[in-house]
């Protein structure tokens, strides 16, 4: 069973950083990785997302001061924050995607919380 771990979420200023992790375990191979956000009241969006080859692509209002990053051996995905804004508040949750057999499975984490506030 392929479990995702964030961590790294917490409170910060305006102008400030964080910095996310997640963590795969299980025996896996991951194609696509990724972070997605969930404001209140607000639909869950792409924040950025890496392929395995390293490609990156970010929503339009985080390019710039989110970098996404990955380690193929720990099956890990990074996402590096800065100059966060409070319009960042959301839970951030770590996405995984391979294949199994014919099958494209997708994989979630719970989900860590980053409030930014003054």
């Known amino acids: 069973q392929v479990q995702l771990v964030e961590s790294g979420g917490g409170l910060v200023q305006p102008g400030g950083s964080l910095r996310l992790s997640c963590a795969a375990s299980g025996r896996i191979f991951s194609i696509n990785m990724g972070w997605y956000r969930q404001a209140p009241g607000k639909q869950r969006e792409l924040v950025a997302a890496?392929?395995?080859?390293?490609?990156?692509n970010y929503a339009d209002s985080v390019e710039g001061r989110f970098t996404i990053s990955r380690d193929n051996a720990k099956n890990t995905v990074y996402l590096q924050m800065n100059s966060l804004k409070p319009e960042d508040t959301a839970v951030y949750y770590c996405?995984?995607?391979?294949?199994?057999?014919?099958?494209?499975?997708?994989?979630w984490g719970l989900g860590t919380q980053v409030t930014v506030s003054s």
């Open positions: 890496i392929t395995r080859g390293g490609i990156t």
């Open positions: 996405n995984l995607e391979t294949v199994e057999g014919l099958t494209k499975k997708v994989y």
